[in-house]
């Protein structure tokens, strides 16, 4: 019997288990880590944030998912790996073998720690959920009058999304209290990559929402004594473990990976999404580890003797919706941009879509491209 090993409940993963619903691998043993049992979708956090969403309605439900594929879900983390022994080590202590391994664990984000001001990481996303929800639930957030400082650090699209909706959420909690809101970012420009117009609407609704932007601006300690709230979005980082796991890594600790993949020193490795790094970086978003999903699941099936192998080939250009909090959206797509309710109704309608296919149970499109046209 071999045991094919998933670390981490991402994008690429849910697509795995799917598959596997309908056609295991003879002899193989699937087994699947996560820190938790529901894994939320990136691309409506800012949804819930903002109030838009439950918790429970952004995440794939990954317990279940791997109960109707037959799988053995263990809640851990990785904490070491040792590719040559083919064999991962857990934080309980625990170590588990594998034939075949696939990492898809995502990247994560270094906020400095500043006494007396709220830290709010964007990443991990599950710690992200339990300081917002504590935060909300101080009684002096819900009944102080005094003016509330807010900063984001990062002018991405996660930056951006995400300021606007916790302004939702605040304002609609304490209309009458002033919000004081900045964001900070070390780039140029907001929204790098796309399309110019889509960047001028962001600064746009930036300015709707009382936001002031500062443009080529870094982040430094003096930010902090004129805040009380510190959002921090500023940058995908590889895991602290990638750096000495074993692997060939990029500068940056992320795994390097072949157009199959694969890793460039262990060919029994896998690694996808954000935790992954191409000869040519592709941006970290989740568009691509949703893309390499399909790709994945046949080089899995072909590494343990099932099939034939194929490369994934990364699309040049992505669609990516940004909702801006007032019911409407952005819509980028190489350097063309539209703007308005409409594109918000079709980005929630992809991204329940897709939540809705990996949640076994309800009916839902049988590929990805149904519930998510490269889109966001
Ligand atoms: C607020 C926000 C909004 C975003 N919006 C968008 C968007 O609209 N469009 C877009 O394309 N991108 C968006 N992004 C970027 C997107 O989140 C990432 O690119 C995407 O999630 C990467 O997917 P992934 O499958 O690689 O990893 P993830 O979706 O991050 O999944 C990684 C999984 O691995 C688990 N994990 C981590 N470490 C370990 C470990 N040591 N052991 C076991 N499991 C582990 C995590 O718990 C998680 O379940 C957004 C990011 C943020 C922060």
């Known amino acids: 019997m071999k045991r094919l090993l998933l670390i981490g409940a991402g994008h690429a993963h ?20 996560s820190p938790s049992a529901l894994s939320p979708y990136s691309g409506m956090v800012p949804g819930w944030l903002a109030g838009t969403y439950r918790y429970d309605e952004i995440c794939i439900p990954f317990d279940a998912l791997a109960a109707a594929a037959g799988a053995r879900f263990i809640v851990d983390e990785l904490t070491g790996l040792d590719p040559d022994c083919r064999s991962v080590q857990l934080a309980s202590g625990a170590t588990l073998d594998f034939d075949v391994l696939s990492l898809n664990v995502g990247s994560t984000l270094h906020a400095p720690q500043v006494d007396g001001v709220r830290v709010l990481s964007l990443r991990p996303l599950g710690k992200l959920r339990e300081a917002w929800e504590a935060w909300l639930a101080e009684p002096t957030t819900a009944t102080s009058s005094r003016p509330l400082a807010v900063t984001m650090v990062g002018g991405g699209a996660a930056g951006v999304e995400a300021l606007l909706a916790a302004l939702v959420r605040l304002r609609a909690r304490q209309p009458a209290r002033p919000i004081r809101a900045r964001l900070i970012t070390e780039s140029a420009n907001l ?38 709230v510190l959002l921090w979005a500023a940058g995908a980082q590889a895991h602290a473990w990638q750096r000495d796991c074993g692997l ?79 019911g409407s959206a952005i819509a980028s797509w190489g350097c063309w941009s539209m703007q308005g309710r409409w594109v918000w109704r079709l980005k929630d309608r992809i991204d329940r879509a897709f939540v809705r296919r990996y949640t076994v149970g309800t009916a839902a499109p049988d590929h990805p491209a149904d519930a998510d046209p490269e889109a966001r």
């Open 14 to 33: 849910a697509q795995i288990l799917k598959d596997w619903i309908s056609a295991p691998v003879p002899d193989t043993e699937l087994v699947i880590v």
């Open 248 to 326: 060939a890594v990029s500068t940056g600790g992320f795994i390097r990976v072949d157009e199959r993949l694969r890793s460039l020193s262990h060919p029994q490795v896998h690694a996808v999404g954000d935790c992954a790094e191409w000869t040519d970086p592709l941006p970290k978003a989740g568009v691509y580890a949703v893309r390499m999903g399909p790709v994945l699941s046949r080089n899995l099936r072909a590494a343990l003797g099932a099939g034939e192998p194929t490369a994934y080939v990364p699309q040049r250009r992505v669609l990516s919706l940004l909702a801006t909090g007032d």
């Open 191 to 228: 929204l790098t990559g796309a399309a110019p117009a889509a960047a001028r609407s962001a600064h746009a609704a930036l300015a709707a929402a009382g936001v002031s932007v500062r443009l080529g601006t870094a982040y430094r300690d003096t930010v902090a004594d004129s805040t009380d």
